[in-house]
């Protein structure tokens, strides 16, 4: 292994636009490997599918920031933001996040996301509406994005009228370059989202409804199972985390399959394929980008490789995921793959939560589209399209034109 850090040139539009050769070589230089990732920050990679599999269960990786050496990932948060920023399932390890897990995941069985199935379709059927008498639509911004923010906010209870205000301070706080971000911008998002949630948290208190937060709300204030903060990062995290992969998922996924026309024919003549081709392109290009951070509790070893206590460990999933001793012909887009066990949602206890509601907003998005926007096309040359930068992946822009005229049925 390579004891000089490897730079992911985040600064470079032409590694944002495909990544992927890049990756491709890191993942035959070795299983583990020091990087310079997403605002600078140094990190250990685990670039290979069984590895990352492991890693993903091993509980000497934690997913609690101030476990980091780095004191850049905690100065990241306002001193007055730290406790309930970090006191989210995503930043927790048991037996807190076996507690605040339990409490919402009811939300997100199964079966209670196949009962939102009409109303997606229908807010799908609605945003789409809007765009096909023109014949034009940028895609992200009008339909892969309001889809998923709809959603969630309905399913919390939270005014879908907000999310350009929620959105723009998303991104101040979670997208990174190949810098870390000016600490006063994220400052003020921090504060900002922090003074929206607890102003609606008092709001939906005093009018309770038949939404997550409200029962969330009960679970503070009655039976005394959320703290105050907890209850505030868990708002934030269901808020955040119930669009902002899936806008990925599905502008990303459309994006996938203008590259490849031939999967896409195949597609809108097959829809059954639809749940196996949203896996596919989680796997192939999947919304979470290059993977999922863990802090070292104690040295580890991995796949051979010493890493020290509190080092970052990035487990690549899209690099594992091209992992040709798990998928063959990994760098091949195949909407009818089959055993596509990808790392795209994670593994064990932090499995996301979301992934049932992903996956059906996934494919209606995109079954719909492909049925009610005939002869869908790209607007611009490829080399036009810009993508997100670190840690998140998906088109900031999808410009298209197809025929207009698609109706619902």
């Known amino acids: 292994m390579s004891e000089q850090p490897v730079l992911l040139p985040y600064g470079d539009p032409t590694f944002l636009a495909d990544p992927f050769p890049l990756y491709r070589q890191l993942r035959e230089d070795g299983p583990v490997r020091r990087a310079v990732i997403a605002g600078g920050l140094d990190a250990w990679l685990v670039t290979r599918y069984e590895d990352g599999l492991a890693a993903l269960s091993d509980p000497r990786l934690s997913s609690d920031v101030r476990d980091a050496a780095d004191p850049r990932l905690i100065e990241l948060l306002p001193a007055f933001e730290r406790e309930s920023m970090t006191s989210n399932m995503l930043r927790s390890d048991p037996p807190d996040h076996t507690r605040l897990r339990r409490l919402v995941s009811k939300a997100f069985t199964a079966r209670r996301v196949a009962e939102l199935r009409p109303r997606i379709q229908e807010i799908t059927d609605r945003l789409l509406d809007a765009v096909v008498p ?230 209606i998005a995109i079954g719909t589209a492909l049925r009610r926007l005939p002869d869908l096309a790209l607007a611009v040359p490829p080399t036009e399209l810009t993508w997100r930068p670190g840690g998140l992946r998906g088109p900031a822009q999808l410009p298209v034109m197809f025929t207009p005229g698609g109706r619902a049925d």
């Open 134 to 363: 023109a014949g034009r639509a940028e895609l992200v911004a009008d339909f892969a994005l309001p889809l998923p923010v709809t959603v969630i906010s309905e399913l919390l209870g939270v005014p879908v009228d907000d999310r350009h205000d929620f959105q723009r301070w998303t991104d101040a706080m979670v997208l990174r370059g190949e810098r870390m971000p000016d600490p006063a911008v994220v400052n003020e998002a921090w504060q900002r989202m922090r003074a929206y949630v607890t102003a609606h948290l008092e709001a939906k208190r005093a009018r309770p409804g038949d939404d997550l937060l409200s029962a969330l709300i009960s679970a503070h204030d009655e039976e005394q199972r959320l703290s105050q903060d907890e209850l505030i990062a868990m708002t934030f995290l269901l808020l955040v985390a119930g669009y902002i992969t899936t806008v990925n998922l599905i502008g990303g996924g459309i994006a996938a399959l203008l590259a490849h026309p031939d999967q896409l024919t195949l597609l809108r003549d097959h829809p059954e394929l639809l749940p196996d081709a949203v896996e596919e392109f989680l796997r192939y290009d999947g919304p979470v980008n290059p993977g999922i951070a863990r802090f070292a509790r104690e040295d580890v070893e991995i796949a051979g490789v010493r890493v020290p206590r509190g080092a970052t460990v990035l487990i690549a999933s899209a690099i594992a995921d091209r992992d040709p001793g798990r998928f063959p012909d990994p760098d091949r887009l195949d909407v009818t793959r089959r055993d596509n066990g990808h790392l795209a949602f994670g593994h064990g206890i932090h499995y996301c939560l979301g992934a049932p509601l992903a996956r059906l907003e996934g494919q």
